[in-house]
């Protein structure tokens, strides 16, 4: 039977219908699985919001008065579902992250398709460790900013505003780390030469240094070398892998001109 469906569709075409019941099925098996584990994330949400919290134990510890608090009647069920979301889309990234490459691979050339591969092998272990870099910094950050507060104040605070700078300032630096891969996706998409790249190393120092003093607090030197200087790193390491990709390029034209001539 199958080896008839073969004959009768040799390239293997399904049409739009099939497309759409496809998609629907994978989107279902996605979903199913980010609300199972954003429901899981809800009952994780308050020891995730007190491992963000330990650098206040910091500051408590040196005598200033500091505490998170619920600034209205439904913030704290905002800021944990605000987690549950969060932590949803990460525990279930590896099944709906699957699905989505399932659905688009198979339309895909073989050489497409280890693009696609080998973009998401690398882009995905970067960004987690961008994310645990931001994780690392988070600490000195908060302490430095609510280390002003003058002597004698209090420091009250909000539990969304604090979940909402933690998470963005670790998610950015996560999204920073993944932008070399997405250089080298450009060059093999012969968007940009690995020569070009590697001329812009100018401007890639100024961006991942100026990107660094953005996120961290002014006179946190440590901190931003510790975010910028892996940038530059990654950026220097795609443009050579650039330029190795362009030779080889160069190399099978040149035998493809030779054998035609």
Known sequence: ?????????????????????????????????????????????????????????DLRAQGLAVDLNITNVTQAFDVQMRIAFMLGI??????????????????LRSVERRYVFGFVGAAVPLF????????????????????????????????????DFSFKLVFAVGVAYV????????????????????????????????????VTPAGEVLSMFIIAVPMVVLYFAAAGFALIVDRRRAKRALAEESRVA
Not at 92 to 98: G, Q, R, V
Not at 194 to 200: A, E, N, S
């Open 90 to 107: 990460i525990l279930s990234s590896p099944i709906w992250l699957w699905q989505l490459l399932a659905f688009i691979v198979p339309g």
């Open 1 to 57: 039977m199958a080896r008839r469906g073969r004959i009768e569709n040799p390239q293997g075409r399904m049409p739009l219908a099939g497309h759409l019941r496809e998609f629907k099925r994978r989107f279902l098996i996605a979903g199913i699985a980010f609300g199972l584990c954003a429901i899981g994330g809800f009952f994780l949400a308050a020891p995730v919001l007190q491992l963000l919290s330990s650098p206040l134990d």
């Open 128 to 163: 987690i460790g961008g994310c645990l870099t931001g994780w690392y910094v988070l600490p000195r950050i908060i302490s430095l900013f609510v280390g002003f507060t003058p002597a004698g104040f209090s420091a009250y605070l909000g539990a969304q505003d604090y979940w």
């Open 179 to 214: 932008l070399p891969v997405i250089v080298v996706f450009l060059n093999l998409a012969g968007v940009y030469e690995g020569k070009t790249i590697l001329k812009g190393w100018r401007w890639a120092v100024l961006a991942a240094t100026l990107f660094g003093a953005f």
